[in-house]
């Protein structure tokens, strides 16, 4: 049984890791780990004999870079020249990792990032190959950036199908390989892009996806926060039904599947482009505990006065019993609840703008 929780917490200006043991109340942090570089993306990866600690961060002189730790952040290895980049004949250049996650075998772990791109290691994150298929395809020329820039945030192996992996990317929506990324096809009907004319707002290819996720007891449930429109599919991505009724807004960032209950989903709603912050500025998350049929407001112990967003990795639950649910804030704010999300108290504040949470039982 578990008896210690592992914290990260990423933010333009560096990395904080934090312990506790499994009530999750008393927490020890260290950091900043990477002082003033941006940390948009973190892992814990729990499958070797011991947990590994990835996470993607952003020199303003030195780059890029996948940093690993095997010691829960006491000490720190990266790859010479960077772990993810791209081949000369591309003629492009990463600027950000937003996305770190394990893939369905042993070693893997898979990538994106901005410029628009999906990699793939077989080393724990060493090195990274780039996923070429995708990069070639005949939309990237049409994929355009949203207000963060143009970046595959997510990736999401399928747990039983090595071969099968889903990505999306703002603004371009889902796309899908089932053949171990030598073809991908974009999966997005019934999303809507809102703004889009009347008439083409059910395109192809181009929504704004914000983030996708799914359990993997069943992955052929996928929940995705879009900008404007909260979605479910059940039938891995070929088609989408709204599930954002009962929901104070439907725009949002982050979308959090309960890490043993496949129909329980919480999103934190925000007021929309024009408001990026909560309705009525008072911190709530939502869950819903029926696959997004109904929805009930989460605010216990939270702040009524809370006019910031939390970003699409900034949310996130632990893999303990009974789940523990985070988020961070762009006020640097962490927010913590134990108990699955009905009693939350704060965990850390006045770090910088949070941009990335991942937590996991140890």
């Not at 570089?37 to 892992?43: F, K, M, T």
């Not at 070639?136 to 090595?162: I, K, S, Y």
Request: net charge negative.
């Amino acid at each position: 049984m578990a008896d210690r929780t592992v914290l990260m917490v990423g933010t333009r200006k560096g990395l904080w890791i934090g312990t506790s043991d499994e009530s999750c109340r008393d927490w020890d942090f260290t950091g900043p780990h990477f002082d003033m570089e941006e940390v948009y993306s973190c892992l814990v990866d729990k499958r070797g004999s011991a947990p590994r600690l990835l996470a993607g961060t952003s020199s303003p002189w030195l780059g890029p870079q996948v940093r690993r730790s095997d010691d829960l952040g006491a000490t720190w290895a990266d790859t010479p020249n960077g772990a993810v980049r791209f081949p000369d004949d591309t003629g492009a250049t990463v600027e950000r990792v937003w996305q770190l996650v394990p893939g369905a075998e042993d070693g893997v772990v898979y990538a994106g990032t901005e410029p628009a791109a999906v990699w793939r290691s077989t080393d724990g994150g060493e090195t990274f190959a780039l996923e070429r298929a995708l990069w070639d395809h005949p939309h990237r020329p049409e994929w355009n950036a949203g207000f963060g820039g143009q970046a595959f945030h997510t990736v999401l192996p399928h747990p039983g199908d090595p071969l099968s992996v889903t990505a999306a990317l703002s603004t371009g929506g889902v796309y899908q390989t089932s053949d171990g990324g030598r073809t991908w096809e974009p999966r997005n009907h019934g999303i809507r892009a809102e703004f889009l004319p009347e008439g083409q707002q059910y395109p192809e290819f181009g929504q704004c996806v914000h983030k996708v996720t799914r359990h993997p007891s069943r992955p052929d449930r996928l929940y995705l926060q879009n900008h404007g429109g909260v979605y479910r599919s059940d039938d891995h991505g070929a088609t989408w039904s709204s599930i954002a009724d009962g929901l104070p807004a439907d725009f949002g960032f982050p979308i959090v599947v309960h890490p043993h209950e496949p129909d329980t989903v919480h999103v934190f709603p925000i007021s929309g482009g024009d408001g990026r912050y909560p309705p009525e500025a008072k911190a709530r998350v939502w869950r819903s505990r029926d696959a997004g049929d109904h929805w009930e407001e989460l605010g216990d112990g939270l702040p009524d006065a809370f006019y910031v967003a939390v970003m699409r990795d900034a949310m996130c639950a632990d893999d303990h019993e009974r789940a523990g649910l985070y988020f961070g804030a762009r006020n640097g704010s962490v927010w913590g609840s134990a108990d699955e999300g009905d009693t939350w108290h704060q965990v850390v504040c006045d770090l910088p703008d949070v941009m990335c949470v991942r937590a996991a039982a140890l």
